[in-house]
Nanobody
Framework: QVQLVESGGGLVQTGGSLRLSCAAS????????MGWFRQAPGKEREFVAA???????YYADSVKGRFTISRDNAKNRVHLQMNSLKPEDTAVYYC?????????????????????WGTGTQVTVSS
């Protein structure tokens, strides 16, 4: 069983920054592939960013160049640095863990492949 707890959400103005963190339980965190997804009201959950156990990173086109995902295996944490925020970034952001199913590098954006999810943290960007 893996527990994920997100933090760092809040209200920010357009152009501002936030740093989300996800604390994970489990002794083999360094083996997990980790992802961030988001869901805005009335919309489906969508992929934001992911980091493979090896450190390779992947981003949605909508956040590329603005968001940076990173991981700290010593602290069992994954972070999402969000810069140049826009009102369309407003959503609940979820952290997710993939425990090593094959083909992550070609399927990282599929929510169904992630085994565990946090409860989410709200990010609101005002215009």
């Amino acid at each position: 069983q893996v527990q994920l707890v997100e933090s760092g959400g809040g209200l920010v103005q357009t152009g501002g920054s936030l740093r989300l963190s996800c604390a994970a339980s489990g002794r083999t965190f360094s083996h997990y592939n980790m992802g961030w997804f988001r869901q805005a009201p009335g919309k489906e959950r969508e992929f934001v960013a992911a980091v493979r156990w090896s450190g390779s990173t992947y981003y949605a086109d909508s956040v590329k160049g603005r968001f940076t995902i990173s991981r700290d295996n010593a602290k069992n944490r994954v972070h999402l640095q969000m810069n140049s925020l826009k009102p369309e970034d407003t959503a609940v952001y979820y952290c997710a863990a993939d425990l090593g199913a094959p083909n992550f590098s070609t399927g990282y954006y599929y929510a169904y492949r992630y085994d565990y999810w946090g409860t989410g943290t709200q990010v609101t960007v005002s215009s």
